[in-house]
């Protein structure tokens, strides 16, 4: 079945430092590949999302391309701030319409420290 | 646009008992998700609806799970009796139908169960 697989955390960075968080995956068929974000207190958001193999979601700084290749879609920032402190969750999904559903990586938590 | 809505945002109780969540989706997304966010772990999904037919209920443990979406719009999910390892947080998502490929979910902010 298909499965995430996210690098192990938490992980602690200074202000301004640059950011990679991991992510592989397996699947079956063709998925679109996302990254969500749950803020202290929050639910989850949709960060950035990628349909096809190449291309690159981009959001409030943040970048992940799709790599087909490596089955890879790791998170990238280059500067971080302390508002960036969340936890963030990998994922994909196959199907279309009412037939898709996400299937979510342990996540990993980011603090970020002035 | 309101989001969508969950209550209650916390709940207690002993093992044994029983527990209703509420979910009231984005106006208009036909499809509703209920998911099981157990502390360390990214959210499992236990049971899809769309409008008031379910999609997909393979991963709800339906001795003691159950849920329901009545008239499509919000959806009910229960636990009975409740277990110690159904202390988690349980997430309502909606996305809207369609041919297009992925739509969009869109999460409420969950309800915290613990389980004593």
């Known amino acids: 079945g298909d499965s995430v697989t996210q690098m192990e955390g938490p992980v602690t960075l200074s202000e301004e430092a640059c950011l990679t968080i991991n992510c592989t995956y397996t699947a079956t068929g063709y998925p679109s590949l996302f990254w969500y974000v749950q803020y202290p207190g929050e639910g989850l958001q949709l960060l950035l999302k990628?349909?096809?193999?190449?291309d690159k979601g981009s959001n409030k700084g943040f970048e992940a391309t799709y790599r087909k290749e490596t089955t890879s879609f790791h998170l990238e920032k280059g500067s971080v701030q302390v508002s960036d402190s969340a936890v963030y969750f990998c994922a994909l999904s196959e199907g279309a319409g009412a037939n898709s559903k996400l299937t979510f990586g342990k996540g990993i938590t980011l603090s970020v420290r002035p | 646009e309101a989001g969508v809505a969950q209550s209650p945002r916390y709940k207690i109780i002993e093992k044994r008992q029983s527990v209703a969540f509420w979910c009231n989706p984005i106006?208009?997304?036909?499809?509703l998700y209920w998911y099981q966010q157990i502390l360390g772990q990214g959210p499992k999904l236990l049971i899809q609806f769309q409008n008031n037919g379910v999609v997909d209920d393979s991963q709800l443990p339906k001795d003691r799970f159950s849920a329901e979406r009545l008239k499509g719009v919000d959806s009910t999910l229960k636990i009975q009796p409740a277990k110690l390892e159904d202390s988690a947080v349980y997430l309502c998502?909606?996305?809207?139908?369609?041919?297009?490929?992925?739509?969009?979910?869109?999460f409420g902010p969950g309800t915290r169960l613990t389980v004593l």
């Open positions: 106006s208009g997304h036909a499809t």
């Open positions: 990628a349909t096809k193999a190449d």
């Open positions: 998502a909606s996305s809207s139908s369609g041919a297009r490929k992925n739509n969009e979910q869109f």
